[in-house]
Nanobody, 114 residues
Framework: QVQLEESGGGLVQAGGSLRLSCKVS????????MGWYRQAPGNQRDLVAK???????NYADSVKGRFTISRLYVTSTVYLQMNSLKPEDTAVYYC????????WGQGTQVTVSS
Protein backbone atom coordinates (compact mmCIF):
# COMPACT_ATOMS: atom_id res chain seq x y z
CA GLN A 1 0.00 0.00 0.00
CA VAL A 2 1.18 3.50 -0.77
CA GLN A 3 2.45 5.47 2.19
CA LEU A 4 2.90 9.22 2.41
CA GLU A 5 5.35 10.79 4.82
CA GLU A 6 5.32 14.53 5.34
CA SER A 7 8.09 16.44 7.07
CA GLY A 8 9.59 19.89 7.38
CA GLY A 9 7.02 21.69 9.49
CA GLY A 10 7.81 23.78 12.51
CA LEU A 11 7.37 27.07 14.31
CA VAL A 12 8.29 30.20 12.38
CA GLN A 13 7.67 33.91 12.74
CA ALA A 14 5.45 35.76 10.31
CA GLY A 15 7.38 36.56 7.16
CA GLY A 16 9.54 33.50 7.49
CA SER A 17 9.92 30.46 5.27
CA LEU A 18 9.62 26.70 5.51
CA ARG A 19 10.10 23.88 3.04
CA LEU A 20 7.87 20.85 3.38
CA SER A 21 8.69 17.44 1.93
CA CYS A 22 6.42 14.52 1.06
CA LYS A 23 7.99 11.15 0.42
CA VAL A 24 5.81 8.77 -1.59
CA SER A 25 6.60 5.12 -0.93
CA UNK A 26 5.64 3.88 -4.38
CA UNK A 27 7.25 5.73 -7.26
CA UNK A 28 4.37 4.98 -9.64
CA UNK A 29 1.99 6.99 -7.49
CA UNK A 30 4.33 9.93 -7.46
CA UNK A 31 3.54 10.20 -11.17
CA UNK A 32 -0.04 11.25 -10.39
CA UNK A 33 -1.11 14.80 -9.88
CA MET A 34 0.08 15.47 -6.36
CA GLY A 35 -1.21 18.08 -4.00
CA TRP A 36 -0.52 19.73 -0.71
CA TYR A 37 -3.49 20.16 1.59
CA ARG A 38 -3.87 21.89 4.92
CA GLN A 39 -6.27 21.70 7.81
CA ALA A 40 -6.54 24.24 10.60
CA PRO A 41 -8.41 23.37 13.80
CA GLY A 42 -12.14 23.42 13.20
CA ASN A 43 -11.73 23.77 9.46
CA GLN A 44 -11.99 21.34 6.58
CA ARG A 45 -8.95 20.04 4.76
CA ASP A 46 -8.30 22.20 1.73
CA LEU A 47 -6.06 21.83 -1.29
CA VAL A 48 -3.54 24.67 -1.44
CA ALA A 49 -1.24 23.58 -4.28
CA LYS A 50 -1.01 20.86 -6.88
CA UNK A 51 1.38 19.71 -9.57
CA UNK A 52 0.64 17.47 -12.53
CA UNK A 53 2.87 14.76 -13.95
CA UNK A 54 4.06 17.28 -16.55
CA UNK A 55 4.89 19.93 -13.98
CA UNK A 56 1.87 22.16 -14.38
CA UNK A 57 1.04 23.85 -11.09
CA ASN A 58 -2.01 25.44 -9.56
CA TYR A 59 -2.45 27.31 -6.30
CA ALA A 60 -5.21 28.45 -4.03
CA ASP A 61 -5.63 32.22 -4.11
CA SER A 62 -4.61 32.45 -0.46
CA VAL A 63 -1.09 31.15 -1.17
CA LYS A 64 -0.52 32.27 -4.75
CA GLY A 65 2.78 34.09 -5.12
CA ARG A 66 4.07 32.84 -1.75
CA PHE A 67 4.08 29.04 -2.05
CA THR A 68 5.79 26.91 -4.70
CA ILE A 69 5.13 23.22 -5.27
CA SER A 70 7.69 21.03 -7.00
CA ARG A 71 8.52 17.37 -7.40
CA LEU A 72 11.60 15.23 -7.83
CA TYR A 73 10.77 11.96 -9.55
CA VAL A 74 14.07 10.24 -8.85
CA THR A 75 13.32 10.33 -5.12
CA SER A 76 9.49 10.24 -5.35
CA THR A 77 9.31 13.42 -3.31
CA VAL A 78 7.00 16.39 -3.55
CA TYR A 79 8.01 19.71 -2.00
CA LEU A 80 6.20 22.83 -0.87
CA GLN A 81 8.33 25.93 -0.47
CA MET A 82 6.46 28.40 1.69
CA ASN A 83 7.65 32.00 1.84
CA SER A 84 6.23 35.14 3.45
CA LEU A 85 4.32 32.99 5.90
CA LYS A 86 1.34 34.47 7.70
CA PRO A 87 -0.36 33.44 10.96
CA GLU A 88 -3.35 32.25 8.91
CA ASP A 89 -1.08 29.66 7.26
CA THR A 90 -0.97 27.83 10.60
CA ALA A 91 -2.30 24.32 10.00
CA VAL A 92 -1.37 20.69 9.64
CA TYR A 93 -0.12 20.14 6.11
CA TYR A 94 -0.67 16.91 4.22
CA CYS A 95 0.16 15.63 0.78
CA UNK A 96 -1.92 13.29 -1.34
CA UNK A 97 -2.94 12.76 -4.91
CA UNK A 98 -5.48 15.13 -6.41
CA UNK A 99 -8.18 14.09 -5.87
CA UNK A 100 -7.15 12.27 -2.68
CA UNK A 101 -6.76 8.59 -3.47
CA UNK A 102 -4.38 7.04 -0.98
CA UNK A 103 -4.38 6.83 2.83
CA TRP A 104 -3.46 10.12 4.49
CA GLY A 105 -0.15 10.42 6.25
CA GLN A 106 0.40 11.97 9.66
CA GLY A 107 0.89 15.43 8.25
CA THR A 108 3.34 18.03 9.46
CA GLN A 109 2.42 20.92 11.75
CA VAL A 110 3.17 24.46 10.59
CA THR A 111 2.77 27.20 13.17
CA VAL A 112 3.29 30.84 12.22
CA SER A 113 3.55 33.31 15.06
CA SER A 114 2.67 36.97 14.69
Amino acid sequence: QVQLEESGGGLVQAGGSLRLSCKVSRSSFSMNTMGWYRQAPGNQRDLVAKITSTGRTNYADSVKGRFTISRLYVTSTVYLQMNSLKPEDTAVYYCNTDPPGVPWGQGTQVTVSS
